[in-house]
């Protein structure tokens, strides 16, 4: 039922620290509908499984959390990018496009054969 | 890092679950709505909208599950909880918890202990460098296997070996520290400079001896810490000062670390067994009587560190090739007279040497111990089973809402850790309070017990043990239960009169099996209790009661001849036979119970031939025979006639008379002191009985004082007849004489130590000392054993009966008799435990040859001894098993069957 966890958690994780970069301080909602809007519709199904993928980065100290109001003056918790977060994602994001660069290389010319 | 980081965040999750849960309800309620507002602005019926922003979140208990998991670590979480669980059901059965604690406690307790000191004896090494490659040498002949050095050996030794890269001398020497008008008699030792280097021991501040004070007439000296503590108050300024020991200055080179010990304990059960160690050392530096004694003084023990890369079987046959050297260089007439071809040089692990005699009781009680832990564990899994049995139906239940087989296992090992680790907790508790009552009820030749501790080897062991057993029995009945059928479970339930066949003969077979062990042990407890009574019974030969000893040794500079010595000792044999309550005094070189070196001497056959047999010397001045209570069987006494200018004789004992001159009167018969033909032959004047004291042999030969040559008297190497032992018979309390005697002895000579001072009957309760201490740890042993048994077969029983309890009511309500039933469970019982003691009567018939070496006058299949121990295990069990009986007898038939 699951996608395996390993490439989603990872996926998802950067999904978040992304948003937030690109979003400021954002709720698990807001969080959830933005990448929903940005990826189609790999999260539609299952907002669920953002919250504990947030908990573990609030664990490993990429991010923050505070609760405040909402723009519909709503009580939420906001998430916020750390600085060590902000290091990750660049990291993360550099690793990734080796990596889908590699893949990419190989896909190509199995394609083109 | 990050990981870290998270991972002790999930351990602090572990903790305020209801703030979180609260907090993370909060946090989903708030994204439900503002998932619901999104939905109803863009169109949705408010439960439309409320069912979407649901399906979309994936469920909310769903979302929350996955989120603590996150949030904790499951698998600790429900370690916790079974470990919750496991106290529980622990405290639920208080009875059932503390019989299998107390069970580990005392298995694993016990065990450590023992461990312990055997630990420290006879497997920790040495504390000196490399223990491994020393080494010690002893030189054997006919008659006296591992015999110390002489000095001229050990020179030629020293000189042609190739195998060592030292070699190094000692002797063991008692001194007087007379400095400060306090004179003090202390342990010391005799050491070549060679042996600190050898042992890799730094003094702790000045120096060791050079080699060239290694020759005689150089007094220099090293302080034990303790007695630089104790006589010089830590001053550093002792180094180089000048310190009065047997009346001549030496000076003070150096001063050894805290805790050096050496020589290790020289093993002899005896007065002067060196329960103290050194705490002097002076330079061997052989005399020149030494260096030329060739075939006398073998006094000296050696000690060498082998060559890298060297063997000692390589040194071994190196030493066989160099005796042939030896013997090569003994004048003739030497090996004549010692009735020697040849001596046989041979080497031996130094660490072995000290573990040596008390390897044997130690070996035999770590078996002791081994099989006190077995019946610990076979206890503990018996109980365990009988209690598995009665939680089939609470595990079937469990398994059929869905605990998967892993589950199961892992909740009953989770308990059985738990027994484990409180058992092994408290039995590390009593290990400590055991091992320091087994060090004060040891004797004082067990070598280094100052510096027992328990270690993390110990503890390794410990641990190791608690798991093991922990498994042992956590795990069998684990498997066997959860692989039960519910079905089967729920028919036993039904008709329980037939539950687990197959589960009551596996325990039934453990009992067996505890009972066999318990008998074993029982048994080696009985037969060292027998011998130790035996040895208590004996009749020693002479009359230890009210007998005052001390050792009265004369220092050669304040005592150079002979005359003075003998004045001296003639003195006190008069004015202590004045004090009021004395009856008789003697002095000897030689008390009863004490090990002294055997000599050489020859026998003339009636047939005129000559034998050489090595026989226990003792001279005596005064009444020695009447002081010590030994008792003249023919003949005559020795007298103030028998001088050294009258006839020389002998008074012999009763075996010696028989094996020379058996149907003959030995009285007349000649012996010679000394295989020297200078030497005169003594004649026979009087036959006395043996003295029975283990320490030496009975062939004993007695002289008189009064015809030792004067100068052997005087001379100063050996030193035996400069320090006589004296003996004084009360007839009031010894020990209330013994201010008075001392006082005599200081108004003929103040500076004069006086050292141990002792009753003969505390001489004779330290010389049993040892069987004591091993007698009491088997008895200890066997005590817990028969404990253990009981409790086994009684859990056993109460749970067959608990088990059959409807069977019983069925009985009962059919017309059986209170005694049928009674006769029942006790049958069953008396099944098991006669099982186990049949077996173990076999096994321990095989078995008790292990004790053949510690046993005294007691046969290792004693049938007393058997028998008593079947009785009294039979009995015992049988005990055991009439509470269970009577409460089997005692079952009401509604409320049985009414039970299930």
């Given amino acids: 039922m699951d996608p395996k966890p390993d490439v989603w958690q990872g996926t998802l994780a950067l999904m978040v620290l992304k948003t937030l970069e690109a979003m400021g301080p954002l709720h698990g909602y807001g969080i959830a509908r933005r990448i929903e809007q940005t990826s189609g519709d790999v999260l539609s199904v299952n907002y669920g499984t953002l919250y504990p993928a947030l908990l573990k980065l609030e664990q490993e100290g990429y991010i923050t959390s505070e609760w405040g109001v909402s723009d519909n003056n709503r009580k939420a918790k906001f998430y916020k990018l750390t600085r060590a977060g902000r290091k990750h994602l660049e990291k993360e994001t550099q690793e990734w496009e080796q990596a889908t660069e590699i893949v990419a290389r190989f896909l190509a010319p199995e394609k083109s054969s | ?900």
């Fill in chain 2, 1 to 900: 890092m990050s990981s870290l980081r998270a991972l002790g965040l999930r351990f602090t999750g572990l903790f305020y679950k209801e703030r979180k849960d609260g907090e993370l309800a909060a946090e989903l309620e708030s994204h439900l709505q503002m998932h619901i507002a999104d939905n109803v602005r863009a169109g949705m019926s408010p439960a439309e909208a409320r069912r979407d922003a649901l399906i979309k979140l994936g469920g909310l208990d769903q979302t929350k599950e996955r989120y603590r998991a996150r949030r904790g670590i499951p698998f600790l979480e429900s370690l916790l909880q079974d470990i919750r669980f496991g106290l529980r059901m622990l405290r639920k059965s208080p009875g059932f918890t503390a019989v299998v604690v107390l069970t580990l406690a005392l298995g694993i307790g016990a065990t450590t202990a023992i461990f312990t000191v055997v630990n420290t004896v006879l497997i920790r090494p040495l504390p000196f460098k490399q223990p491994s490659s020393l080494v010690m040498l002893w030189e054997n002949f006919p008659y006296c296997t591992k015999c110390p050095f002489s000095a001229p050996d050990f020179t030629f030794l020293q000189r042609s070996q190739n195998s060592f890269e030292s070699m190094g001398i000692f002797q063991n020497r008692e001194l007087d520290v007379s400095d400060n008008g306090r004179p003090e008699r202390v342990m010391a030792a005799r050491v070549s400079a060679s042996i600190f280097p050898i042992l890799g021991i730094e003094p702790l501040f000045g120096r060791t001896f050079t080699s060239e004070e290694d020759t005689s007439g150089n007094n220099v000296v090293l302080l034990s810490y303790r007695l630089w503590q104790r006589r010089y108050a830590m001053d550093k300024g002792i180094i180089g000062r000048s310190i009065e020991i047997d009346r001549q200055p030496y000076i003070v080179v150096g001063v050894m670390p805290l805790g050096f010990t050496f020589p290790i304990a020289p093993v002899v059960t005896g007065l002067f067994s060196s329960s103290h160690p050194a705490e002097l050392w002076i330079p061997m530096a052989f005399t020149r009587t030494e260096l030329e004694g060739w075939g006398s003084m073998y006094n000296s023990d050696v000690i060498a560190r082998l060559e890298p890369r060297t063997t000692i079987a390589q040194a071994d046959s190196e030493a066989e090739l160099l005796s042939n050297g030896l013997s090569a260089l003994y004048p003739p007439a030497v090996l004549k007279a010692l009735d020697v071809a040849r001596i046989k040089l041979a080497v031996y692990p130094y660490q072995r040497e000290v573990a040596g005699p008390v390897r044997e009781p130690l070996l035999v009680l770590m078996a002791a111990v081994g099989l006190v832990l077995l019946i610990s564990c076979t206890n503990v899994a018996t109980l365990l089973l009988s209690r598995a049995a009665a939680r089939q139906r609470e595990l079937a239940v469990r398994s059929a809402l869905g605990a998967t087989r892993a589950r199961v296992v892992r909740q009953l090992l989770t308990e059985g850790l738990l027994l484990a680790a409180v058992g092994g907790t408290i039995g590390l508790m009593l290990a400590r309070w055991g091992m320091r009552s087994l060090l004060s009820l040891a004797p004082p030749d067990i070598p280094l017990p100052q510096q027992v501790s328990i270690d993390v080897a110990v503890v390794a062991f410990v641990g190791g043990i608690s798991i093991l057993t922990a498994l042992l029995f956590g795990l069998a009945p684990a498997l066997q239960l959860s692989g039960l059928a519910l079905q089967q479970v729920v028919e036993d339930g039904a008709r329980s009169v037939t539950s687990g066949r197959a589960k009551q003969r596996l325990r039934g077979v453990l009992v067996t099996i505890e009972f066999a062990m318990a008998l074993v042990l029982l048994v080696g407890a009985g037969l060292l209790i027998r011998s130790f009574a035996k040895l208590l019974q004996a009749n020693l030969g002479f009359r230890p009661d009210h007998v005052l000893t001390l050792s009265l040794p004369l220092p050669y500079n304040a005592y150079p001849k002979a005359a003075l010595i003998r004045s001296l000792y003639q003195q006190l044999l008069e004015q202590i036979a004045a004090l009021p309550g004395v009856a008789a005094v003697g002095f000897s070189n030689d008390l009863p119970l004490e090990n002294r070196d055997s000599e050489g001497f020859q026998i003339e056959r009636s047939d005129s031939g000559t034998i050489n047999r090595s026989l226990d010397a003792t001279w005596v001045l005064g009444n020695y025979f009447e002081a010590t209570g030994i008792s003249l069987l023919q003949g005559r006494w020795f007298t103030a006639e028998d001088r050294a200018d009258s006839q020389s004789v002998a008074i012999i004992s009763q075996t010696l008379a028989q094996r020379f001159w058996p149907n003959e009167d030995a009285v007349g018969k000649r012996i010679r002191w000394g295989t020297s033909p200078k030497l005169p032959w003594r004649t026979v004047v009087g036959v006395v009985n043996d003295v029975n004291d283990r320490a030496s042999g009975r062939a004993r030969v007695y002289m008189p004082y009064l015809q030792v040559p004067d100068g052997a008297v005087q001379e100063n190497v050996v030193g035996e007849w400069r320090s006589m032992n004296l003996a004084v018979r009360t007839r009031t309390d010894p020990e209330t004489l013994g201010p008075a005697v001392v006082r005599k002895i200081h108004s003929l000579d103040p500076d004069l130590a006086v050292a141990h001072i002792r009753t003969m009957t505390q001489v004779l309760s330290s010389s049993v000392a040892a069987p004591r201490f091993n007698t009491v740890l088997v008895g200890i042993f066997g005590g817990v054993a028969l404990f253990l048994a009981v409790i086994g077969v009684y859990g056993v029983l109460s749970y067959m009966v608990t088990e059959q309890t409807h069977e019983i009511g069925i009985r009962i309500a059919l017309g059986a008799e209170h005694a049928e039933i009674l006769g029942l469970v006790l049958r069953q019982g008396a099944k098991l435990a006669g099982a186990g003691v049949a077996i173990g009567l076999f096994a321990a018939l095989g078995l008790t040859r292990l004790l053949r070496g510690l046993l005294y006058g007691v046969s290792v299949t004693d049938p007393l001894t058997f028998a008593g121990v079947a009785v009294l295990l039979m009995s015992v069990a049988m005990l055991a098993c009439y509470i269970p009986a009577r409460r089997a007898a005692r079952v009401d038939p509604m409320v049985a069957l009414r039970y299930e």
